[in-house]
């Protein structure tokens, strides 16, 4: 999705209406160096923050249909070779009925004409991010995610697009992505439907 303003090259917060030589900036400065960049279809206010919350808690599996097509087409000049979705509990996938990650992950890889992979698990369950600050929320999903057992295809040497909800602060990204380098990945992409823009938004 083409910008009309200046914005990070890495993570693609907005950063106001003069030119930068820095590679990063504040927001993501500090992400691991195996989550190569972010993009996002919208910033995470009304109507965006609806539709999250009406896909995440509210059952309405068919909006990830269009959601999914906005994150596509927020992904132009990026080039991957495969569709990875953030995973989520088996607990969670049945109180919901499905993992909004993977059914996003799907519209985006068939969009995008690209293999959709599903190579991450989730080991371990902690509490919802929504409610936890920055600091709590990387402890709260460090060693979360490793490799499926009989994972297909092979992700050695490839560029990966990791799809998610929502990018708040980076953290579930770059512990997904941290393992995913260590799977082999090249570079990792996160795509979210919305990003929650520090001090002017709240996720759902």
């Not at 996003?104 to 902690?126: H, K, M």
């Not at 393992?179 to 929650?196: M, N, Q, Y």
């Amino acid at each position: 999705m083409e910008a009309s303003w200046p914005r990070c090259p890495r993570c693609h917060l907005p950063i106001g209406t003069g030119r930068t030589d820095r590679a990063d900036c504040r927001e993501c400065e500090g992400w691991p160096r195996e989550f190569t960049r972010a993009r996002y279809a919208y910033v995470l206010r009304p109507p965006a923050d609806d539709l999250v919350h009406g896909l995440k808690y509210e059952g309405w599996s068919a909006l990830a249909e269009e959601m999914g097509a906005d994150m596509a087409g927020s992904l132009r000049g990026v080039d991957a070779d495969l569709v990875v979705p953030v995973p989520t509990t088996a607990a969670r996938v049945k109180e919901r009925g499905y993992n909004q990650a993977a059914l996003l992950a799907r519209v985006v890889a068939e969009r995008c004409a690209i293999p959709i992979a599903d190579v991450l698990s989730r080991t371990r369950s902690g509490p919802t991010q929504v409610s936890l600050p920055p600091t709590l929320r990387r402890a709260n999903v460090r060693g979360a995610f490793s490799a499926r057992e009989k994972a297909s295809p092979s992700i050695t040497g490839a560029h990966v697009i990791l799809v998610d909800d929502v990018l708040t602060t980076g953290s579930t990204g770059g512990s997904a992505a941290g393992e995913l380098h260590r799977l082999g990945a090249t570079s990792v992409t996160l795509c979210t439907f919305a990003r929650a823009l520090p001090y002017r938004t709240r996720a759902p």
